[in-house]
């Protein structure tokens, strides 16, 4: 995914007085990260965050295995997006003592034509450890590559944080791609959360989760209405009763479609916060660069990619 968050600022810069300034400030993402799975053997190691490139089943028997560390309760959402027609893949997850913990597929053969399918699979971890997804081709007859997509849902710490009147620019850069972003909400007050397709066909739908995890919002809009790839919006208002970071979900309903998007957050009515939420991680330096004061900039822009 890609983020580019625009902020409009008031600045001096050596005694001149600057209105509508827009800055960007362009780092590495720690939200989201590619792992290239070109001639790995065994095992693959994965984390919260990390989606799969090159990865696909050569061989009809051949059985791909990856791992990740769990901790009790973590909410987990695990997708599976075929690049191949036909292919039916299955994810099985496993425990850290190997028990089957959840199982899910799809047909690549819908309608007796061979076709891509996408699937997902949920789960709240019921115990601490290294966790074990193997992924196959559920009748062992077919192969093909796929996009697989390990994240918590909602996540604890790999979202974006962005303020209000600040448009985020963003991208699904891939088909099992969800991106995730978050502002601060105060009881009391009302927000309209807006999010419109860039690319034709895209079907972007919009999840939000209040303070304490719960889901208030889920709703998409159709990039293919009547018949036709065309871009759509989605628009949530809400009238806020927590106070507290409040988290959005973006990604394609299908599975099937990548492009851009617009994204923004607007105060309806209340004393709205100003400020944009931080995650809890340490953020490279250079996020903070001109926040800090330097410059005299009241307002900055980020600009995260990967």
Not at 46 to 74: K, P, R, W
Not at 113 to 134: E, I, K, M, W
Not at 215 to 222: E, F, K
Request: with cysteine.
């Amino acid at each position: 995914m890609r983020h580019e968050i625009m902020f409009k600022a008031s600045c001096i810069v050596f005694g001149i007085v600057c209105t509508g300034m827009v800055t960007h400030v362009t780092l590495a993402s720690t939200i989201e990260n590619a792992v290239d799975t070109t001639g790995l053997t065994g095992f693959v190691s994965l984390a919260y965050g990390d989606h799969t490139i090159n990865s696909g089943l050569a061989n009809v028997v051949e059985v791909d295995s990856y791992t990740f560390q769990g901790t009790t309760g973590d909410p987990l959402r695990i997708v599976i997006s075929t690049l191949s027609n036909g292919l039916d893949p299955q994810i099985v997850l496993r425990d850290p003592v190997g028990a089957l913990v959840q199982t899910t597929s799809c047909n690549g053969s819908s309608g007796g034509f061979a076709t891509r399918c996408s699937t997902h699979l949920d789960q709240v971890l019921p115990s601490s450890g290294l966790y074990t997804l193997n992924v196959s081709d559920i009748n062992s007859d077919e192969t093909g590559s796929y996009s697989l997509h390990l994240d918590q849902y909602p996540p604890t710490n790999n979202w974006v944080g962005f303020a209000y009147d600040s448009p985020v620019l963003d991208q699904l850069g891939h088909v099992s791609d969800m991106d995730f972003l978050a502002f601060n909400g105060a009881a009391g007050t009302g927000v309209r959360v807006v999010t419109r397709s860039l690319t034709n066909g895209l079907d972007p739908e919009l999840q939000i989760w209040d303070p304490l995890g719960s889901l208030i919002y889920n709703n998409y809009c159709d990039g293919s209405s009547g018949g036709f790839a065309t871009t759509c919006t989605t628009s949530a208002v809400l009238d806020l009763s927590l106070t507290g970071i409040y988290k959005l979900g973006l990604r394609d309903v299908g599975w099937n479609e990548t492009g851009g998007y617009d994204l923004g957050v607007s105060c309806l009515y209340g004393a709205c916060p100003t400020t944009a939420p931080t995650p809890a991680v340490p953020l490279p330096p250079a996020v903070w660069l001109f926040g800090s004061g330097v410059l005299g900039l009241v307002g900055i822009a980020r600009r995260i990619a990967t």
